[in-house]
């Protein structure tokens, strides 16, 4: 998956203090606000296809997963525990995060290569089991929802945070086609990594995002289902946009 960090983000999220629309607000002020939802699990292409849909069609981008690493990285650095919901909760609704010209930011601080780590992949996807701090990043999530439209990834984009969603798109790819991907992109970075300890944390988080009780990771049953492991960058994103038109002209 791309990197937030190296994407330009058009929108920032409200920064700390500002007001964020409330859960109903963001339903019906934005209802209008087309929206698709691309989910699928880790490594699965879902940031780089999001991205090259938004490019293509210049709609806004969100990437959800970065909302859930900026909240883990934080939670490091104060020595939360991942177990403490509560804490965890205030500190995804009032941690300072936005993303400047594609660089996301923590307090005034440019983290964008720190969210990569696996460690931080790790607690993103253990401190994402709590429904409470799920909860305090919905409204920052729907904040993104604005005209000419949105392309959201994540895991839950289609199933909880944009049910109204005018497409989903569900990415799968074997376990270790995604390793793999993984693994190019983090040695491109220039991240050491190991490509069976890859393998092992990306199953691992597999369990963890499919079998937790609050927003599992699953495909909507009126998403679309796109195997990935024999097809390249271009053939999806085409794939994606052509479901995309199907969809605009049938509207
Ligand atoms: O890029 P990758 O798919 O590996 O991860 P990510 O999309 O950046 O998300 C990191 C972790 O945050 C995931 O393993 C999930 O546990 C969690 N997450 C989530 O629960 N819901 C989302 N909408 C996005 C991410």
């Given at each position: 998956?791309?990197?937030?960090?190296?994407?330009?983000?058009?929108?920032?999220?409200?920064?700390?203090?500002?007001?964020?629309?409330?859960?109903?607000?963001?339903?019906?002020?934005?209802?209008?606000?087309?929206?698709?939802?691309?989910?699928?699990?880790?490594?699965?292409?879902?940031?780089?296809?999001?991205?090259?849909?938004?490019?293509?069609?210049?709609?806004?981008?969100?990437?959800?997963?970065?909302?859930?690493?900026?909240?883990?990285?934080?939670?490091?650095?104060?020595?939360?525990?991942?177990?403490?919901?509560?804490?965890?909760?205030?500190?995804?609704?009032?941690?300072?995060?936005?993303?400047?010209?594609?660089?996301?930011?923590?307090?005034?601080?440019?983290?964008?290569?720190?969210?990569?780590?696996?460690?931080?992949?790790?607690?993103?996807?253990?401190?994402?089991?709590?429904?409470?701090?799920?909860?305090?990043?919905?409204?920052?999530?729907?904040?993104?929802?604005?005209?000419?439209?949105?392309?959201?990834?994540?895991?839950?984009?289609?199933?909880?945070?944009?049910?109204d969603a005018k497409l989903k798109v569900f990415l799968t790819a074997s376990a270790e086609a995604r390793a793999e991907r993984r693994?190019?992109?983090?040695?491109?970075?220039?991240?050491?990594?190991?490509?069976?300890?890859?393998?092992?944390?990306?199953?691992?988080?597999?369990?963890?995002?499919?079998?937790?009780?609050?927003?599992?990771?699953?495909?909507?049953?009126?998403?679309?289902?796109?195997?990935?492991?024999?097809?390249?960058?271009?053939?999806?994103?085409?794939?994606?946009?052509?479901?995309?038109?199907e969809r605009d002209t049938a509207a």
């Open positions: 998956m791309t990197a937030a960090a190296s994407i330009p983000h058009p929108n920032p999220l409200p920064a700390r203090g500002e007001r964020e629309p409330s859960d109903s607000e963001a339903g019906e002020g934005q209802r209008n606000v087309p929206v698709i939802a691309i989910d699928g699990p880790a490594a699965s292409g879902k940031g780089t296809i999001a991205f090259n849909v938004a490019t293509a069609l210049r709609f806004h981008y969100l990437d959800s997963g970065a909302l859930y690493r900026l909240i883990a990285l934080r939670a490091m650095e104060q020595g939360i525990g991942v177990e403490d919901a509560q804490t965890l909760a205030v500190l995804a609704r009032d941690a300072d995060v936005t993303f400047e010209a594609g660089r996301a930011m923590l307090h005034g601080r440019d983290v964008a290569d720190a969210l990569r780590t696996e460690a931080v992949s790790t607690v993103a996807s253990r401190i994402a089991v709590h429904g409470a701090v799920r909860g305090a990043l919905l409204a920052r999530q729907r904040a993104f929802r604005e005209m000419p439209g949105l392309v959201a990834e994540g895991r839950d984009m289609g199933s909880v945070v944009f049910p693994y190019k992109q983090l040695i491109a970075k220039g991240i050491s990594v190991n490509i069976d300890g890859l393998l092992r944390d990306i199953r691992e988080r597999d369990i963890r995002d499919t079998t937790r009780a609050a927003a599992p990771l699953v495909a909507a049953s009126d998403a679309k289902t796109l195997d990935t492991t024999e097809l390249s960058i271009a053939e999806v994103t085409t794939a994606v946009l052509a479901l995309y038109r």
